[in-house]
């Protein structure tokens, strides 16, 4: 049974009357423990120093009917409980080695900020002092942050070893600071010159539920709240960047030695890099023929090793991988690495565990194609790594190469040629008896056009790669038609459309029959 405390005229009833404390924690690497804890501080909040009497009863019945009972034996303690306190850790869920210069803070979010990721002025706490004097009119404070202070400095060597990387902020209802909505934005600062980064962490309280729970004059209270990442990062061990949680609040809690309001989640402090990709190649220039040899270099950047470890590599149009070159080495030790093709896209696996501090070198070749003059010559790779402490996903890239391509013996542009001719036949081709058309107009599709020679051949060099079009004018052959084409109905048209590969050659031809064949098919 939980003894209340009382209160005199002069001293504010802080918790027990008009008034909760919220306490608001964040372990940054793995969760921190939620429920109240027995310890034996002499620096503890001695209205906290509660006895506690606990026996618990039980009934059975062993299905004849007879009905068994008993007690359990007394659990009697007069050591003070503390709250649950937010810590800052490694990526790896260790204690950092130096806190000097990590502070935490609470803020408002911008009010003039729709989206509620920009930070507004700094949430005004009250002040607390602790031990707490008697009847001065401020409120027992907490360890670690016994004054309440906002933002608060982390201690790098506490009285507690205990409350090493911790720290811990209390609200007070009785200035709306828990009340449904309320959006707060949770903000870690390394500090200056650290590999770490600033985290941010979004709060946002929802609706409240609950009633009476029978012991003294405490209500306690289901709060529920959403946290997330503003920094893409994650917010508990299981990779989440958001996630929905509930909290107890208990009127006079600090009274009771009981929690108040405590978030159960737990970030990561990892430095920005922990994996790097650097791409390279054997040569500056290539011409279509050429192979390209090409190297990934992957560093782990973290004390811990990577494994699932990939890579995506972007080839430039017209670049062929060679499977067979494919080379993966270690220390210089050769690892086994796997090949997927997709695309212009290439993915590179290994099931080795790549070591902290080391690099993992994947060297490979490929053929330049003809294709490659209508690329850019640049192509990019990512990777993609996972710790093997926490599991969490880390990237870097792209890394990009770019080589400069030369026509060589093989010209970038191609040539068109063709005929317009007489088709006796009508089969498409002409044959020795059947005569080309002299002075015949081809449009193309660039607007410029063509006039066939004496024997109806007509040709167009320098021509882009890529679709072209062809039409023929009838207008310039007076007395001709189109002749029906008996093997290929695409060719029964006007048009021609042909496909110029990069110093290719496309033909176009026009086959005709004299005008007066239809009047004596009429």
Not at 40 to 66: E, H, K, L
Not at 428 to 446: F, K, S, T
Request: proline share 7%; aromatic share 6%.
């Amino acid at each position: 049974m939980l003894n209340n405390a009382k209160c005199t005229k002069k001293k504010r009833c802080w918790l027990t009357t008009s008034t909760m404390v919220f306490l608001m924690g964040t372990s940054l690497s793995s969760s921190f423990p939620t429920q109240a804890q027995l310890v034996n501080n002499q620096n503890t909040n001695q209205n906290n120093r509660i006895p506690i009497v606990n026996q618990a009863s039980y009934q059975y019945s062993d299905g004849t009917g007879r009905i068994f009972r008993g007690f359990s034996q007394v659990l009697n303690t007069e050591r003070g409980l503390i709250d649950p306190l937010g810590r800052i850790l490694g990526c790896g869920g260790e204690l950092l080695p130096d806190y000097t210069g990590f502070s935490v803070g609470v803020y408002e979010t911008n009010p003039s900020d729709p989206t509620g990721t920009e930070l507004g002025r700094l949430v005004d706490l009250t002040r607390t002092e602790l031990p707490d004097i008697p009847n001065n009119g401020v409120p027992g404070g907490r360890l670690p942050n016994a004054e309440n202070l906002n933002p608060y400095f982390l201690q790098n060597n506490p009285a507690d070893p205990n409350l090493r990387g911790t720290y811990n902020f209390l609200l007070d209802p009785s200035k709306g600071q828990t009340q449904p909505g309320k959006t707060y934005i949770l903000v870690v600062n390394p500090p200056a010159n650290s590999i770490y980064q600033q985290r941010r962490i979004r709060i946002r309280i929802g609706e409240s539920t609950g009633g009476e729970t029978g012991i003294g004059n405490a209500q306690n209270r289901i709060l529920r709240y959403v946290a997330t990442s503003l920094d893409g990062q994650p917010i508990r061990l299981t990779g989440e960047t958001e996630f929905t949680g509930t909290v107890v609040a208990v009127a006079d809690a600090e009274l009771q030695g009981l929690d108040l309001l405590t978030f159960e989640f737990a970030t990561n402090l990892c430095q920005p890099n922990q994996v790097q990709i650097i791409k390279s190649g054997d040569r500056a220039t290539a011409e279509p023929g050429d192979t390209a040899i090409y190297r990934l270099s992957l560093r782990n950047l973290v004390e811990v090793g990577l494994n699932n470890v990939f890579a995506i590599d972007t080839l430039p149009l017209g670049f062929r991988l060679q499977p067979e070159t494919v080379r993966g080495e270690i220390n210089g030790k050769e690892v086994e690495v796997s090949t997927e093709v997709n695309g212009q896209n290439v993915i590179f696996r290994t099931n080795a565990i790549l070591p902290p501090r080391s690099v993992l070198n994947i060297v490979y070749g490929t053929r330049i194609t003809p294709d490659a003059m209508r690329g850019s010559g640049v192509n990019s790779a990512v990777v993609n790594a996972q710790r093997v402490d926490n599991n969490f996903r880390t990237q870097d890239g792209p890394a990009t190469h770019k080589l400069q391509l030369r026509p060589g013996m093989i010209s970038d542009c191609g040539t068109i040629i063709g005929r317009v001719f007489v088709d006796k036949n009508f089969d498409g081709e002409q044959q020795e008896n059947e005569p080309g058309i002299p002075n015949a107009v081809i449009y193309l599709n660039n607007g410029n056009r063509v006039t066939t020679d004496p024997n109806g051949l007509f040709s167009v060099a320098n021509v882009l790669p890529g679709n072209h079009t062809g039409v023929l004018d009838l207008s310039s052959l007076p007395g001709y038609t189109l002749a029906p084409n008996r093997r290929f109905k695409e060719r029964n048209s006007q048009s021609r459309l042909v496909r110029i590969a990069p110093g290719g050659t496309a033909r176009m031809n026009f086959a005709v029959t004299p005008s007066f064949l239809e009047d004596v098919k009429k």
